[in-house]
């Protein structure tokens, strides 16, 4: 099925915008040709379909690596149909979803559950994580030949820190040895009891224990050197402190095979930021210090970090109305993503559009070797529409996730993707056309 996605506004390899027509068939870019190329002006005339992207952006289909789907088990907070859904409207086309399910993504079982309840879905392309141990109670290795030969793309234990350090490095070994990396959720548990927020000005204000840096970094600073002792590749998740930038950014530098993402909210917001005892500001790990803030910004400008992700995170109301204390931690991601980061950091001039991007397609497919994330002939037709003109205020309202817990109510933001296509095929479309 032949179709056209005419006057479109792309990155070229130099990080300019150039309009281009896209074409596509059997769900590949078969070309992408200049507005005036006869061959393709031919073809539109055949084609099944034909979009006009005049004044929009066109862009490889997101990548978020770090998302929480919640099924099985907690269908209450999200399916693995609203998520993949969410993920749709917020322009991504690619997703890779956590383990912290009921049951534990442990088997070859769950992983195959979450492939055909994706395939059921039809939305966007989801590549399920297995967890490091069994339960993620971290005593007991799971069977990671049987989870890779299911499908699991990578292991950890996210939503919470394998604590025995022998355990985590026999779990690097084995993932050395099959080539699989190991994802890690940083979190030393005897440096954070009963903590909620971070150690700081929040913190201090209120009078409430928090949670100290070193929690994270001590558990990045010794997966480095397990990861340097068995050679795995070893990816840091939702880096939030300077001490763990610090550390990766040395790793790299001696070639230890270490990458890393942070998340839209460790970039724009810090602890000064959360406006009280609310719990759409409470997650794992927490806000940090505007130093902190500052930090994984540039980490990220430095390749330090690799990749930006979301870590989507649904919960359901009566969960996150107990109030900090006792609400569960996390926040949702997909669909305030893009505008957000397109507002605070291109629309102010502080990156260039290419470099956000990149952040969220190129980067991630590079470090987990997917063959998405470009706009190339012969790539799978996995494509984001974006209207950076269009400005609106966050409404969560108008979430397709289950979840509505989000610090960013009422945030003016610009740069709403439009329309999302996997494999050529259309799975979310705001547009109206004529
Ligand atoms: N990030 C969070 O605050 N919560 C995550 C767990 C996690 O990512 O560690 C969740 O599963 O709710
Ligand atoms: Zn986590
Ligand atoms: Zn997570």
New binding site residues.
Partial sequence: MLQIIKNANILNQQGELERKTIVIDEGKIQKIAGVEDEAVLTAEQSAHNVTDASGKLVIPGLIDM?V?LREPGFEHKETIETGARSAAQGGFTTIAC?P?TRPVTDNADVVKLVLDKAKEADLVKVLPYAAITKNELGRELTDFAALKEAGAIGFTD??VGVQNAQMMKDAMSLAASMDMPVIA?CEDDSLVVGGYVTEGEFSKRHGIKGIPNESEAIHVGRDILLAEATGVHYHV??VSTEQSVRLIRLAKSIGIKVTAEVCPHHLVLSDEDIPGMDANWK??PPLRSPRDVQACIEGLLDGTLDMIVT?H?P?SEEEKAKGMELA????VGFETAFPLLYTKFVETGLWSLDFLVKRMTADPARVFRLDTGKLEEGAPADITMIDLNQEQAVDPANFATKGRNTPFTGWKLKGWPVQTWVDGKSVWNNTVQQ
């Fill in positions: 770090h929480h956590m912290n996210d939503g959720h998740c939702h997650m794992n870590d995170a919960h569960p931690f996390g926040i």
